[in-house]
């Protein structure tokens, strides 16, 4: 699990340019949407790629034709919605059961943009941020995850089939046999 806290030290200024519009644009929004929308600088980009690259979350997703954006079998359920219109939307993103208060990081797939902001200015804001790039929205857990093809197909997935702290422990056990009987051959 994630802890978004630290990253809130690499929050920057809003770009001159974003999916929110320009500077000037984002200046009129009010000051309550803009305290829960915080971007992040280059070091917690890095952070926020290094952990979804380890979290396997989408590792290998799109090779060999598969056309579903998170690992097989990551999520018990996955769920599609292709984009109609901005009110179906949001309320499919309503309907996801998530609460308004609850902080999510948005990753940009295909631009250089991590923000860290609350479901409810997702939904908020969710014409402005589907629109042209691939999205990645999750929060600390990982329990699920939603992705934005950027030609309007969404895919939620949840209830994580795996649990991680019995991954890490048998790990960390294989780490140990490794250490201790070095001519023992692993697959990883």
Not at 24 to 43: R, S, Y
């Amino acid at each position: 699990m994630l802890d978004f806290q630290p990253l809130r030290k690499h929050r920057t200024d809003f770009p001159s340019y974003s999916f929110m519009g320009s500077a000037a644009e984002v200046a009129l929004l009010p000051a309550e949407h803009q305290a829960q929308m915080h971007f992040l600088d280059a070091e917690g980009s890095r952070f926020v790629d290094a952990y979804l690259d380890a979290s396997y979350l989408m590792r290998r997703a799109t090779d060999q034709g598969n056309s579903r954006p998170f690992r097989t079998g990551y999520f018990k359920h996955l769920e599609t919605h292709q984009n109609e219109t901005p009110a179906a939307l949001k309320k499919w993103l309503y309907e996801r059961g998530i609460p308004f208060r609850h902080e999510v990081l948005l990753h940009g797939c295909t631009s250089n943009q991590d923000v860290l902001l609350t479901w409810k200015m997702l939904i908020k804001y969710a014409k402005r941020i589907f629109r042209v790039h691939d999205w990645l929205v999750f929060d600390e857990t990982l329990y699920w995850a939603l992705f934005y093809h950027h030609d309007g197909l969404f895919t939620f997935g949840r209830d994580r089939s795996f649990a991680p702290e019995e991954q890490f422990q048998q790990m960390y056990a294989q780490q140990e046999l490794r250490r201790r009987y070095p001519f023992l051959k692993f697959p990883y």
